[in-house]
């Protein structure tokens, strides 16, 4: 069709594009441009003794479990360990936040978030040991597996909660993703679908400043991750991550909205990984003690321990008293590692499908062989 | 087989009525993709199933595979049966990391916790005259992976009861479609009880003595000409139809190869690193003395799909086939 | 550590979080709310009259074009055409705004983009036709290959203009895709980058309201496309996609940004697509005459010529001159496509790698055996 | 091979410097991938490449690995020679598509006016203790895909002439480094000329007239193994070292295969669908007569990658083997 072939050739005035509504409003969706803080502010006033309380005695245990997992790599009982020291202001409050019923989405630094959920400390730490994948099963605390892939796990997050939604339940699903993961195209996938869909998902990006060795500004050059949410259409919220109860206010508000049929929400918690990215890695390649020096500063557990103790919400025997409780657990924790756990080389066979096909029935025949061959060159 | 109320159907329509079906039965059956609600999908596979079942069943996803293979993961950790379309082979490649780091291992990696009903259609295989990365034959990059099944069918029949089948598994099925069999008809009916295929069955499509043709998907009726062409050069051909890739029918080929002593592989996609070596290696393990020439592959060429002006000279046709045969050492036999 | 182990236990005032510095300020990055336009408005008395007739004219011959290109499909001499009737403002511009030295990275339904910016149209079509994928040289017009798989060819538009900023060249890539294309991780991942790296990248998202048969609004819950931009610190910027000089200002101004340093654009301009998604697809079934006829109204060939002709620019001559030029381009299309393409089967074994490997010397052969045994069978 | 100026090193040291040297030859090369700048690599592979060339020549990337190999695909476009790093195996399944549908396509889809000089580099293979995803043998998934070169270093001399070949190449390389390979040592100078190896050329790395073991990669030492305790049955087991998946080398293979009558593939990766099949495959096609037996395959289970704690008997060691050699069917020798 040419020009000339147009309808009607009267007097024509142009009008904006015919699609062109007005669409959603951007201006909710942006982040404040600081960080949400609630300790030493005003804000602190509004939050009950019991909850800051709570989160103080989990902070504390997050801290010991963490200080205790890197022992236990050293002591050769766990593969590698990802600590989250420094980060157990988010670890803890992702899983506080959430109710019996919803669903955790941890990626592989956040057996804590996992443990702080109800989870085995043991069976949370099973990947890493090495003794199998997956030590747990998701249904009973409902949290997915530690996922690895980075990013990955995030449409698993989104398709769980449209699930749910689906069937009328009232579930939430949180995710947790690190920097590193929002440059992966499943982030953009999954945050897509998540707004499309207006799935019941809180997305909480733990941005610890760095992706192993790459820091920030070579992962992204955007004001701030929490900005990336804007282009899917749902807010984005900028938090202190080291504010127990900032993050623990801004996810409870994400959790409610996407309960009540708002939608997901995006969360950027501004933290700081003060260990190396593993046990095996060496920070001291790619930053300077200057910038650790100044985070622990910022300390999650100082923050919320001044606030409890200038209001008189605790004091040296509460210390004492989580000290405490934190050590027991680690105990336990440093017993229950200690024991080499129970190995079945025939395991290797039994959950590749539902049924065993005759081929993998033949291969565990020649393992089963192969072992009883090797008992009996020991036996000899 | 009752051929009672039986009528011409295609095989789309043979797998859209697999999925409707599965879906009338199961409410947690789900079906999503790119186009698949109101357009009823390119191939129109799954045409109908939006307006019968609402588009929270038969949804149109956004325009990203990964995220589609991945949300329908989701589904599936929360007990639904998410039944994926992928629009062409060559776009499946983006979800290819949810396939295999976590579609293929989630059971294992639970301990059984959790499994993953789930199926990923995929039309594959060329002839249709498809523009570059409408024609992939993927298969050799799903049979490298444990913990999928791997399925296709040959005829609208089994369209439907394999289809069936795949649904109503337990595991991660990959579901091959032959682009250029969705036209293919038959008299065909859906009410048979019978209809559910299982799945890890070959079966024997044509019996004869004196060679086995190995085949699969697009490629069996290929061989069920060439096996008619043969029986003037004095060859009986016995053409069997894997249908399913994995499990592998073991039992089934070797009792055919053990018959006749000689076999060709033949499938579209390339040989090198191909369904073809696996399938003559493990046939020649297992059939060693009983083989009277080595096991044959007949495949497309070791290069990128062609154009499809090109794709003719590509593809295995019956003159390759019967080639193939033809240098199955005949003279041993007399 | 524990918290008591943290060293000095002064008096604390709790500070935002260390790594907090203002990043780069979002506002300028945001789009503005209505899609920038020119035609019909005061803003077109600032545009040259020979760029407003040039436009005009690829307008008419690009229309022109893809009304032949689609009649190839019935007479069986194109395989598949993804018309871009109606999108004429977006490739024509596309082309125009780019010097010699610089890339264009065309999608699949761009066609008309590449032949606007030089290339042979027989050429360009090949893919379509079906005697080769690529059927010309992209260094010659610097086009790169027509894209098929969605948004995988905006990494490679970021990794060209990377290289060549890096080689000290002041080249600047442009790269189109779709509405749909913008959901996918490739196009996620190429806008990082390009930010990350500052690369001299144009996006150019032609937001034609669907992909195949998916709208928008079942693609993105985004204000705007463009404002995905913000998300990884670029400026976004919204245009009526249907106003060629607005479309090409806008790109005009990305190029130029780009080509000084400044870094990626991303511009969406808002459009339609006026036919089905190719001539193999039925667009009755997903959508309704109405809209398209709305748009109809919004034709940009119609809102070019109403400018020009209210502003004496352009005459009943003008615009025959225009017709018969796009008449004679269009009737020399036909003739070179009624001729068979020549082809050579064993051109399949003749690019897979730089040297034939001794592997496809060996099916080479087995093919001109078959190729002689063909010709004799005829020959008989 | 002459020894002068010859030090120990590892293998890792010999890719670093293959990579070092490459990148003093021609400015066109650059490195890119996660951590590869600053770190130098997990596995410290690219150490010391950002401080001598600058960052602009060894860059650490965002976190995405479909943009890596995306973005390099562009550079070359522009006529550089990228070698990106991929961190592990599994991580190289987001980039799936760009490496299938474009990097292995490029240069016939334009008819060689696009050529793709690129290396991926793949820390594949298993037996470091890694948690699940970072211990993949994904070698079947790139031999199936046309357009690919594929390649392997088993020995440090290879790491350092196979890499130095590979980004020389024309054509993309996929350069599969075997990690538990990575701190092996040998004695090794890379300044001897000849230190270039050309890809596709196999080696035998022990001569032997019983049987042949065809392995590559992080499989080599173990075949080296069990040939040196297959001395105690009797057995004389020659070993081809394939160094490069594709092209592959039928005549140095089936040379040794025709010599010895007897044949086991070995590698790490899954068997079903894996490089075995197609090596047995093609092997038989061209030696059936010159058999003694089936050539049998040793690989790893079909099944999804083992934790640490139970990696070990899902990898091939000297006994399995040794019962592959046990099972080449000796008695027709008697
Ligand atoms: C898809 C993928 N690519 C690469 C890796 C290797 N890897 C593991 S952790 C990591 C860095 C992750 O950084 P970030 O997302 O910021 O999380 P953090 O470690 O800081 O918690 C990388 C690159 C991986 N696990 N998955
Ligand atoms: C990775 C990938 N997935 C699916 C397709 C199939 N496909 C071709 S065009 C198309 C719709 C594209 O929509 P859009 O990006 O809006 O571009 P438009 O067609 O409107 O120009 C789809 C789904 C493809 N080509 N590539
Ligand atoms: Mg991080
Ligand atoms: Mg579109």
Known sequence: MTVQELPGAAPYRPTPPPAWKPRTDPAPLLPDPEPYRVLGTDAAAGFSPELLRRLYAELVRGRRYNAQATALTKQGRLAVYPSSTGQEACEVAAALVLEDRDWLFPSYRDTLAAVARGLDPVQALTLLRGDWHTGYDPHEHRVAPLCTPLATQLPHAVGLAHAARLKGDDVVALAMVGDGGTSEGDFHEALNFAAVWQAPVVFLVQNNGFAISVPLA??????????????????????????????????????????????????????????????????????????????????????????????????????????????????????????????????????????????????????????????EGDGR | MTTVAAKPATMAQALQRAMRDAMAEDPSVHVLGEDVGTLGGVFRVTDGLAKEFGEDRCTDTPLAEAGILGTAVGMAMYGLRPVVEMQFDAFAYPAFEQLISHVSRMRNRTRGAMPMPLVVRVPYGGGIGGVEHHSDSSEAYYMATPGLHVVTPATVADAYGLLRAAIASDDPVVFLEPKRLYWSKADWSPDRPEAVEPIGRAVVRRAGRSATLITYGPSLPV????????????????????????????????????????????????????????????????????????????????????????????????????????????????
Chains 1, 3 share one sequence.
């Open chain 2, 223 to 334: 061989c069920l000409e060439a096996a008619e062409a043969a029986r003037a050069e004095g060859w009986e051909l016995e053409v069997v139809d894997l249908r399913s890739l994995v499990p592998f029918d073991d039992e089934t080929v070797c009792a055919s190869v053990r018959r006749t002593g000689r076999a060709v592989v033949v499938h579209e996609s390339a040989g090198f690193g191909g369904p073809g070596g696996e399938i003559a290696a493990r046939v020649t393990e297992r059939c060693f003395h009983h083989l009277e020439a080595p096991v044959l592959r007949v495949s497309g060429f070791d290069i990128p799909y062609p154009p499809p002006m090109l794709e003719r000279h590509h593809l295995p046709g019956v003159d390759r086939v019967l080639d193939a045969v033809a240098r199955l050492q005949w003279e041993a036999e007399s």
């Open chain 1, 218 to 375: 070579k992962q992204t050059a955007a004001p701030s991750l929490a900005h990336k949410a804007v282009g899917y259409g749902m807010p984005g919220r900028l938090v202190d991550g080291n504010d127990a109860a900032a993050v623990h206010h801004v996810l409870s508000e994400a959790v409610a909205r996407a309960r009540r049929g708002g939608g997901p929400t995006l969360v950027e918690a501004v933290t700081y990984r003060i260990e190396a990215h593993t046990n095996a890695d060496d920070a001291t390649r790619y930053r300077g003690d200057s910038e650790v020096q100044a985070w622990r500063e910022h300390d999650p557990i100082r923050l919320l321990e001044q606030e409890l103790t200038e209001r008189g919400l605790l004091d040296e025997t509460g210390i004492r008293q989580a000290a405490e409780a934190a050590e027991a657990m680690a105990a336990r924790l440093r017993e229950r590692m200690n024991a080499d756990p129970e190995l079945d080389p025939m395991d290797l066979f039994a959950h590749v499908y539902a049924e065993q096909t005759a081929q993998l029935r033949e291969q565990a025949e020649q393992l089963r062989a192969e072992l009883a061959a090797e008992a």
